[in-house]
């Protein structure tokens, strides 16, 4: 019940940040020692997207972070001629990362990175 009500209230906050209005039962709302754990646990997800850095491998990424297969989506770089792809954290599927590879003609373990994007938040798409 506590993951959910962490999980719940995080969604509400970024609904706040974005000027949505949270519908959520008053039931779920953090006593100030659960809000810190979740902005101590959030602040951490965002540390671990600033360790990626440019010409660090795919192998490199795929260690800290889990492909996110979109489609339909729009390019973020289009004028290049890398290959961009989305990444999740491990911890929250909502954090992503748009990362752009130099590559040859298929994906492999050594493609570097070329560019990446700021973190965001995405909901799942159905």
Not at 41 to 64: A, G, Q
Request: charged letters at 20%; a positive charge; one cysteine or more.
């Amino acid at each position: 019940m506590k993951s959910v009500k962490i999980v719940l209230s995080m969604v509400a906050g970024t609904s706040l940040l974005f000027g949505a209005i949270p519908h959520y039962p008053q039931h779920f709302s953090l006593t100030p020692s659960e809000r810190y754990l979740l902005n101590d646990w959030v602040s951490k997800c965002l540390e671990d997207f600033k360790t990626i850095k440019p010409n660090m491998t795919r192998l490199e990424i795929t260690k800290r972070l889990i492909p996110y297969q979109r489609t339909g989506s729009p390019t973020l770089f289009p004028y290049s001629s890398g290959s961009l792809e989305a990444f999740a954290h491990p911890e929250c599927p909502y954090f992503k990362i748009d990362i752009e590879f130099a590559r040859g003609v298929s994906p492999s373990a050594d493609d570097k990175i070329i560019k990446f994007s700021k973190p965001y938040l995405e909901g799942a798409r159905y």
